[in-house]
T-cell receptor, first 111, second 114 residues
Framework: KQEVTQIPAALSVPEGENLVLNCSFTDSAIYNLQWFRQDPGKGLTSLLLIQSSQREQTSGRLNASLDKSSGRSTLYIAASQPGDSATYLCAALNTGNQFYFGTGTSLTVIP | DAGVIQSPRHEVTEMGQEVTLRCKPISGHNSLFWYRQTMMRGLELLIYFNNNVPIDDSGMPEDRFSAKMPNASFSTLKIQPSEPRDSAVYFC????????????FGPGTRLTVL
C-alpha cells in the first residue's frame, strides 16, 4: 500500500521568505502527484498536478518538482505572504485511481 | 456551479446514534469519493462510485459504515451505530468521467460523537 509522508508537520516563516515543503512516497508506480491547499474549515483546492512523466510544474510563485525514482516531491513557495498560511497536502494518485494523501504541512507566514 | 455540496456542515451526536452525511456532486461529474480526515491518519479514501456504482469500498472501516448513491446527484454516508472514534471531518469529492485526478472537494462535515 502506498504511504505518503510530509515533512515538516508544521512550519512558521516570516513574510517574504522562500520555503520548501517535502513529500515522499513509497511506491513509485504513480499516475501523478498533486499538491493541495486546505484552509481551516474548508475543503481542498488543487494547486499543482505533476504527471508521472513530468519533472516539475509551475504556477505563479509555486513550483512543484517530482522525482519518481527517489519517491520524492517538493513544493517551493517563493516570496511567501501571510495569505499563503494554510495546510498543504500532497497526494499520489495510483493507477487504480485512488489518491493517497500525506498528513500535511501546516504553514504559518508571519507578517 | 455551486460546487460540491455537503450537509450538514457540523454534526454532534451521542454514541450509538445513527448518523447520515449527505453529498451533492457537481452536475455532470460521474465519479464520487468519500474521504475521512483525522489528525492521526490524515485524509483517507473510504469509498468511491463511478456512475452510481460502488467501485472500491476497501477503505470503509467497519460494517457500521455504509454508503449509497441512488442517483447521479446524491450520495449518503451512514454510520450506525456511531462511536466516539468516528469523530472526524468527512469530505465528499466529485470528478468528471475519466478524470479522477481532477477531484473537486466539498467543504466537509465535521462529525463529533460524544
Amino acid at each position: 500500500k502506498q504511504e505518503v509522508t510530509q515533512i515538516p508537520a508544521a512550519l512558521s516563516v516570516p513574510e517574504g521568505e522562500n520555503l520548501v515543503l517535502n513529500c515522499s512516497f513509497t511506491d513509485s508506480a504513480i499516475y501523478n502527484l498533486q499538491w493541495f491547499r486546505q484552509d481551516p474549515g474548508k475543503g481542498l483546492t488543487s494547486l499543482l498536478l505533476i504527471q508521472s512523466s513530468q519533472r516539475e510544474q509551475t504556477s505563479g510563485r509555486l513550483n512543484a518538482s517530482l522525482d519518481k525514482s527517489s519517491g520524492r516531491s517538493t513544493l517551493y513557495i517563493a516570496a511567501s505572504q501571510p495569505g499563503d498560511s494554510a495546510t498543504y497536502l500532497c497526494a499520489a494518485l495510483n493507477t487504480g485511481n485512488q489518491f493517497y494523501f500525506g498528513t500535511g504541512t501546516s504553514l504559518t507566514v508571519i507578517p | 456551479d455551486a460546487g460540491v455540496i455537503q450537509s450538514p456542515r457540523h454534526e454532534v451526536t451521542e454514541m450509538g446514534q445513527e448518523v447520515t452525511l449527505r453529498c451533492k456532486p457537481i452536475s455532470g461529474h460521474n465519479s464520487l469519493f468519500w474521504y475521512r480526515q483525522t489528525m492521526m491518519r490524515g485524509l483517507e479514501l473510504l469509498i468511491y462510485f463511478n456512475n452510481n456504482v460502488p467501485i472500491d469500498d476497501s477503505g470503509m472501516p467497519e460494517d457500521r459504515f455504509s454508503a449509497k448513491m441512488p442517483n447521479a446527484s446524491f450520495s449518503t454516508l451512514k454510520i450506525q451505530p456511531s462511536e466516539p472514534r468516528d469523530s472526524a471531518v468527512y469530505f465528499c469529492a466529485s470528478s468528471l468521467p475519466l478524470e479522477p485526478d481532477t477531484q473537486y472537494f466539498g467543504p466537509g462535515t465535521r462529525l463529533t460523537v460524544l
